[in-house]
Nanobody, 121 residues
């Protein structure tokens, strides 16, 4: 089995910073894409940022220039540094990873349990 365990998040004032981390554990051969999604109350889950195993990143337009995603392949960990936070960034943030559990196996999709980020105005 594979588990994604998130840490970080919390309450911060607008303009502040928070960092999130997510570590994948279990039977893992390799993690291809790792990333972060978020879901605000009454809204659909949306992509925040992703990073491929070669380091290529992708960001939602709403967070470009403010958020930075990075990863440590040796630790199967992905990070999200969030700066200049806005009240509209308030949401539950979910870690996502596409993981190959064995050599030659297809990648399967896994989600973390979610962590709350609240930005007060």
């Amino acid at each position: 089995q594979v588990q994604l365990v998130e840490s970080g998040g919390g309450l911060v004032q607008a303009g502040g910073s928070l960092s999130l981390s997510c570590t994948a554990s279990g039977t893992i051969f390799s993690a291809t894409f790792m990333g972060w999604y978020r879901q605000a109350p009454g809204k659909q889950r949306e992509l925040v940022a992703t990073t491929a195993s070669d380091g290529i990143t992708n960001y939602a337009d709403s967070v470009k220039g403010r958020f930075t995603i990075s990863r440590d392949n040796a630790k199967n960990t992905v990070y999200l540094q969030m700066n200049s936070l806005k009240p509209e960034d308030t949401a539950v943030y979910y870690c996502n990873a596409q993981i190959r559990r064995w050599i030659g196996s297809p990648a399967s999709n896994f989600w973390g349990q979610g962590t709350q980020v609240t930005v007060s105005s």
